[in-house]
């Protein structure tokens, strides 16, 4: 259906826009100068380390490759803690920069905080067992086996086995305790890799990915007794435990206290249960002042559910309708897991929920003109956005089948009250009478401005990644390309 739009309140959409975008423009100057300042000042420790300063780095290859070593832990030490802080909920960081692309640097940076560690080994022990005249894996044994290096040892050169005490009985600083770090992030990593994710559930996934906390406190155990340049300097070492500390201090809160107190304040509990479809299912979740969160439409919370089965886990579900003052609803596709078993939870149970997150909202609008792109369980959010935005909207819902729509009844209704478009766009991409559905130009047929407006793009993996660039050979502008993965 087609019919007039209402019209777009330009003038109070441009002050909110000017005020997101400067915002923005701040926040993102104030991160930058916290990310590169602290990255300046690990060069500095590290320049400063060793017996004779940076130069004692490069007096022989050796020494190069033990100075090597020292900068790759540095830096994979600050890395891994960017790394718990990237998804550790932060709300302001999370606002800046929106949790899709969060995700996308937690997982690039992942890969190089794991590349740093292993080049740390490599270049520690190369370096250590040139001077030591051992093989590699020689050197590497001695390091887990023999007794501890005196103080001498660890701030300056000379050779492992030279430096070993009389007294000694202890291993070498925080080996073991570092290689079993090294192995429990090698196995969040593994776990990452996509044809291994599709293979384990939710769950096992989430679950796999909490003993990356445990490798990253693992190494704190090696690199304050064992780390050359915080051993000789000690406000290094008081700098280096100051960042810690930040980093614990701020998952605590907002993975642990903040839900919490959320939850004994809001009294969230299950209050409706709605069988929506086959295989489709509503929870709709009440408590007490909730618009005190602040949630907007086209966002999401991780929720928990306090029942048994449930408690144990949590997931990112959206908001399937704008929040009311008094309740929120979710709605589910039963993917497997927990996700088909959501239907069984009774009435009245407790929820802790995390949130709301997302930038996936029309305060990120910078046309006056909106489309939004669903494929499957993806429409909850671009449901909601149909319900709150305001100007010249239309909706592109992609399904394989009339028999996947979701909420036709309700999109039909508000595309009507709203003024507004909804296209169901039906078929299998992979017949050959589909293959073609959503293309650069069938987009051009659907909405010939498409250039001109907001796209707001939400779906699985799948859909997204053949969506954005059909979206860029269009030439629709990054800055109106809003893309929300449902998928971690």
Not at 48 to 67: C, E, P, Q, V
Not at 91 to 115: C, K, M, Q, S, Y
Not at 270 to 282: L, N, Y
Not at 304 to 322: I, M, Q, V
Request: charged share 20%.
């Amino acid at each position: 259906m087609t019919v007039g739009a209402t019209p777009f309140a330009a003038s109070s959409r441009g002050e909110v826009t000017t005020s997101h975008a400067a915002r923005r423009r701040w926040g993102g100057l104030a991160l930058s100068v916290f990310l590169v300042g602290n990255a300046a000042a690990i060069l500095l420790i590290w320049g400063g380390g060793g017996a004779d300063g940076l130069g004692y780095h490069w007096h022989s290859l050796d020494a190069a490759l033990i100075g090597l070593g020292r900068l790759t832990a540095l830096l994979a030490g600050y890395l891994a803690l960017l790394e718990v802080l990237l998804l550790a909920r932060l709300p302001f960081l999370e606002r800046l920069v929106g949790f899709d692309r969060l995700t996308i640097w937690h997982r690039r940076n992942g890969h190089a905080v794991i590349g740093l560690i292993l080049a740390h080994v490599v270049f520690s022990v190369w370096g250590y067992s040139g001077q030591d005249r051992n093989s590699f894996f020689r050197e590497y044994w001695n390091w887990l086996t023999l007794p501890q290096p005196s103080a001498a040892k660890i701030g300056g050169s000379g050779s492992f086995s030279g430096a070993l005490t009389a007294t000694a009985t202890s291993p070498y600083p925080g080996m073991i305790t570092a290689t079993a770090g090294t192995a429990l992030l090698l196995a969040v990593v593994a776990t990452s890799v996509v044809i291994v994710r599709r293979k384990l559930s939710y769950e096992w996934w989430y679950a796999i990915h909490l003993t990356a906390y445990a490798g990253i406190a693992l190494s704190w155990f090696h690199m304050i007794p064992a780390g050359n340049e915080l051993v000789i300097d000690r406000v290094a070492a008081d700098y280096w435990r100051s960042l810690f500390a930040l980093a614990l201090a701020l998952v605590l809160w907002y993975r642990v206290a903040r839900p919490l107190v959320q939850a004994v304040r809001f009294d969230l509990r299950v209050t409706q249960v709605i069988h929506e479809a086959p295989g489709v299912v509503s929870l709709r979740i009440g408590g007490r002042g909730l618009e005190r969160l602040g949630a907007e439409a086209g966002q999401f919370f991780f929720w928990r559910f306090l029942t048994g089965g449930f408690w144990y886990t949590k997931h990112p579900f959206s908001l399937s309708e704008a929040p009311r003052g008094n309740s929120f609803r979710i709605t589910v596709k039963n993917l497997g897991d927990h996700s088909s078993k959501l239907g069984e939870i009774p009435v009245g149970t407790r929820v802790f929920a995390e949130g709301p997150f997302g930038v996936f909202t029309a305060e990120s609008r910078v046309r006056p003109k909106a489309l939004m792109i669903a494929g499957g369980i993806g429409i909850t959010p671009v449901r909601a956005l149909l319900e709150q935005m305001e100007g010249d909207l239309v909706v592109l819902y992609r399904i394989a089948s009339r028999g996947e729509i979701v909420f036709a009844d309700e999109l039909d209704r508000l595309a009507k009250t709203r003024q507004s478009r909804v296209e169901y766009i039906v078929g299998d991409h992979r017949s050959a009478d589909a293959r073609d559905l959503l293309s650069p130009a069938h987009l051009v047929e659907l909405v010939p401005d498409i250039a001109d407006r907001d796209v707001y793009v939400c779906g699985p993996p799948g859909l997204v990644d053949r969506i954005v660039p059909s979206l860029r050979a269009i030439a629709v502008p990054s800055r109106q390309l809003h893309v929300e993965r449902f998928a971690l």
